[in-house]
């Protein structure tokens, strides 16, 4: 919160930058620990949860959008922020062949 800037939100991407480094590693431990298997699901569910969190604020903070979509002779499926999945199914059938389209929008602040 700390590095947080409403005039300048790319300032918090070094710490958003280290928070997601630190789940993905906690992850790899928690996957590669002797944990019941309930407690590992559970923590791994959660870390999975705050991983697309930090992704997500890291995309917002440097002002960048992913929209990649898949399709198939009987399935388009989208993902990213600009998806709208109540018009696309979301499955791809294995084997089956797809296209991939990928739309990436960079409205970060240019630098000096």
């Known amino acids: 919160m700390k590095a947080y800037d409403a005039t300048d939100p790319a300032k918090s991407a070094p710490a958003l930058a280290k928070g997601l480094a630190e789940t993905r590693k906690l ?3 928690v996957s590669a620990s002797k944990l ?4 590992k699901y559970n923590m ?8 697309v969190q930090f992704n997500d604020a890291l995309g917002q903070a440097l002002g960048v959008q992913v ?3 898949a399709q198939g002779s009987r ?3 989208r993902s990213g922020p600009m998806s709208d999945a109540s018009t ?8 089956e062949s797809v296209s991939v389209n ?3 929008a960079d409205q970060g602040v240019a630098g000096d």
Not at 44 to 51: D, Y
Not at 88 to 95: F, P
């Open 67 to 69: 929209l990649a979509t």
């Open 102 to 104: 990928v739309h990436l």
């Open 27 to 29: 992850i790899e431990e």
């Open 88 to 95: 696309t199914s979301q499955t791809v059938i294995a084997g």
């Open 36 to 39: 019941n298997e309930g407690t």
């Open 44 to 51: 791994l569910h959660e870390l999975h949860v705050k991983q």
């Open 75 to 77: 399935s388009e499926v």
